[in-house]
């Protein structure tokens, strides 16, 4: 130890005796690049080119130095902070250069931070707690308008309560619904259960909607506890109203009674029956007043009887909207599909894309008719074709088949110069004739019989008129040897007359 001692002591000589001239040593302190060290310091270093080195070394080395002195000095080289570190005695410490801006670190202040016209952020952003000079807080940019502001841009701004059960709760102003004020379950107001909205346009509140359209509206059921519901005649009520117990009202005879506790009757008097008419819009009261009734703008027939004519006047009687129907001229004329029917008929159907569809029955169905009227017509659907009953029988004058050919007829006629009578159907134009003219009289030569000639045929086509009455002469046979035949002739006047026997078929169509 001793040997130590002398050896630091004769290096402490050599080093003192080797110092430049502006070194110097007092009594209070040594100076190293100045002759007269402050005498407030120690050891006071001067130089205006070099600095002071201190010991260098990693992190893990300075955690390592045993039993370190409060103040000691090293810098660390390595690690998140490289820098000065000092140890306070019980723990090292970074010693923070001082910034540009200022660096809090982890301490506890010990005065007010003054934040100025800037505001305390986080993690580098450019928006977040701001607080005036008054005390007024905004939470998001600019200066707060009232003592707590809570502003977001272009977006929802409201805040947000959160346990550590996951449970939200959200106050604010809901941009994407016309900047409602709502109260919601939620991480902002999509995402959960809207309890309060106040609407901005109307005023209304709404609690269970988000439209209200009262001043105060609730989806649900509203409990008063205690205190019961004031209303605006100031009364209070706090049960609600008893509902009364059914009671019926009689009439017997002139006694007018109600049923139930407290129910009363009154007798009334006699009185003489009145008859109350309606006459027109006069309403009258027999032996009593009169009064004329207003005339409506329009009538509503409902469902009821009608007791005097109704008047169309130039209006028609329409179905469903519609805008044409039924209309009656002051003569009485019916038209449909016209609002003129025509004077002169009693039924008047106008149309250019519908016809008129009579009843259709079967022929069975058509027999089954009770005392049809003479004219009434049907369609027989099974002969296809229109049936009119002439007031015996059903004649069907048209037909629906390709030809409207009336089935061919066969007529004969007696050879004995007698004159016939035949009428053109209904529905026939024309008439085919086949006639042949009598065979001649025979003759006897010796034991032979000669027989007579054939009478001529004649084959024609005759326009008629359907109800035309044609007159038919037949000519009688020849007799004895004559050579002469008979004639017959059909006409629609008298021909002259002949001596001949036809038969003849008449296609009619």
């Not at 003489?272 to 007043?289: A, M, R």
């Not at 006629?413 to 159907?425: A, C, H, I, L, W």
Request: charged letters at 10%; one cysteine or more; proline letters at 6%.
């Amino acid at each position: 130890m001793n040997k130590f001692l002398r050896a630091a002591g004769l290096l402490s000589g050599l080093l003192f005796g080797l110092r430049p001239a502006a070194d110097a040593q007092t009594a209070g302190g040594v100076g190293i690049g100045t002759a007269t060290p402050d005498a407030s310091a120690l050891l006071d270093l001067t130089s205006t080119t070099r600095g002071l080195l201190a010991p260098r070394m990693t992190a893990v080395l300075r955690a390592g130095i045993q039993v370190p002195a409060p103040g000691l000095l090293v810098y660390q080289t390595d690690g998140v902070q490289p820098g000065f570190w000092y140890y306070t005695g019980a723990a090292w410490t970074y010693l923070n250069p001082a910034p540009a801006g200022d660096n809090l670190g982890n301490h506890t202040a010990t005065q007010n931070l003054n934040l100025a016209d800037k505001q305390l952020v986080g993690n580098g952003g450019t928006s977040g707690l701001g607080i005036s000079s008054s005390g007024d807080v905004v939470i998001g940019t600019g200066s707060p308008l009232a003592p707590l502001e809570v502003r977001r841009d272009n977006a929802n701004a409201y805040a947000l309560f959160h346990d550590p059960f996951d449970a939200y709760f959200s106050f604010g102003q809901d941009r994407s619904d016309n900047n409602n004020i709502k109260i919601s379950d939620g991480n902002g107001f999509s995402n959960g259960v809207n309890y309060l909205t106040i609407a901005r346009a109307s005023t209304n509140v709404g609690i269970g909607t988000t439209a209200p359209s009262q001043k105060l509206e609730v989806a649900g059921q509203v409990y008063s506890s205690t205190g019961g519901f004031r209303f605006p005649d100031n009364t209070v009520q706090t049960t609600a109203a008893a509902v009364p117990a059914p009671q019926t009202l009689t009439l017997n005879g002139q006694q007018l009674s109600i049923s139930g506790t407290g129910g009363n009757s009154v007798t009334l008097p006699s009185a003489t029956p009145q008859t109350l008419t309606l006459n027109g819009q006069q309403l009258s009261i027999s032996g009593g007043n009169a009064v004329t009734l207003p005339t409506p703008a329009g009538d509503n027939l409902g469902n009821h009887t009608a007791t005097q004519n109704l008047n169309l006047a130039n209006k028609l009687l329409v179905g469903n909207g519609g805008a044409s129907g039924l209309a009656i001229s002051n003569g009485g004329s019916v038209g449909i599909g016209t609002t003129s029917p025509a004077a002169s008929a009693l039924l008047d159907i106008s149309s250019t894309t519908k016809g008129l569809l009579p009843p259709r029955l079967t022929e069975a169905q058509r027999d089954a008719i009770a005392n049809p009227a003479p004219g009434l017509e049907v369609f027989n659907t099974t002969a296809n074709t229109l049936s009119q009953w002439d007031g015996t029988r059903w004649v069907n004058y048209l037909s629906y088949s390709a030809s409207n050919t009336v089935a061919s007829t066969t007529f004969s006629f007696q050879n004995n110069g007698n004159r016939y009578t035949y009428q053109v159907p209904l529905g026939v134009t024309r008439l085919a004739v086949d006639m042949a003219g009598g065979v001649g009289g025979g003759s006897v030569l010796g034991t032979r019989v000669v027989n007579g000639g054939k009478g001529g045929r004649v084959q024609a086509t005759l326009t008629v008129t359907p109800g035309q009455l044609l007159t038919i002469y037949v000519g009688g046979s020849g007799t004895g040897v004559s050579n002469n035949g008979g004639v017959s002739d059909l006409a629609a006047e008298p021909a002259t007359s002949g001596r001949a026997a036809p038969t003849w078929p008449a296609a009619c169509w």
